[in-house]
């Protein structure tokens, strides 16, 4: 008499693609890490290190810097390490394939894919925060009492660009994949409020409302908001709505191309 083989729940599944790709993850982490934070330790170094020391920029500005560099790191995190691996898995190496053999909705193999990208944009944001402290020195008006929105924070952007990079990964051909770095990256973050609040550009009003179609305004605004609260910044419910709304938005879109990838 046959029996059936046993079930094998998506959880399970999930969780051990997750387990695979943290493995990974953590076996690559200092080439991840330097191809995250190079750029944002760039800019901490020259904008938030040098100049101050030469008196070229006064040193409130570092108040401004710290947060837009620790959103930049999450967004570069969280983009690339979704957006880069659907590039080649669905390019070249088609190991896009053997998990879709997997017992489980395809729905369940892009989430599991998102949720990894959400914890290397954690990881990466992580890194960054003490390494800017240390090369900073004391940043006025830093604190940490606002910890429980930080977190919250870096946690919606982090699954923000993560779905982004899902959707991303999987509408543009791999021989395209430069266009996302030149169109959609770079001007995300030079106007994305990282290198100054969105209050200052009450000077150019035009520009002010412009940005925030920019997913990582939000971002760089709530936890400026968090961690140096002294400088103006976007109130916290419209962080946390703006992002909510942008994750499930990517999440939608990624789904669905992810989707249409791989059955096409």
Known sequence: MSTAPPRVSSATVFLALLRRDVRVAIKEL?????????????????????LPK??????????ALLPGILAVSLT??????????MVQEFGWTREIEDRLLAPVP?????????????????????????????IMGPIAGLTLAHAGEVALIMLLGAMAFSAMGMWLGTAIEGQHIGLMFSVVIA?????????????????????????LVNPLVYVAEGLRGALTPSIPHMSFPVVVGALLFITAFFWRFGLRSFYRRAIG
């Open 30 to 50: 200092p080439f991840f890490l330097v191809r995250t934070i190079m750029q944002p330790m760039l800019f901490i170094i020259v904008f938030g290190f040098l």
């Open 187 to 211: 001007p995300m973050l030079f106007f994305g409020c990282a290198y100054y609040p969105w209050r200052g550009l009450d000077v150019v009003p035009a520009m002010k409302y412009i940005v």
């Open 54 to 63: 030469m008196g070229f920029v006064c040193g409130g500005y570092q108040s």
């Open 106 to 134: 395809t729905s369940v193999i892009a989430a599991e894919k998102i949720v990894a990208g959400v914890v290397q944009g954690l990881i990466a944001a992580a890194v960054v925060l003490p390494v800017a402290r240390l």
């Open 76 to 85: 570069l995190a969280a983009v690339q390490s979704v957006a880069l691996p």
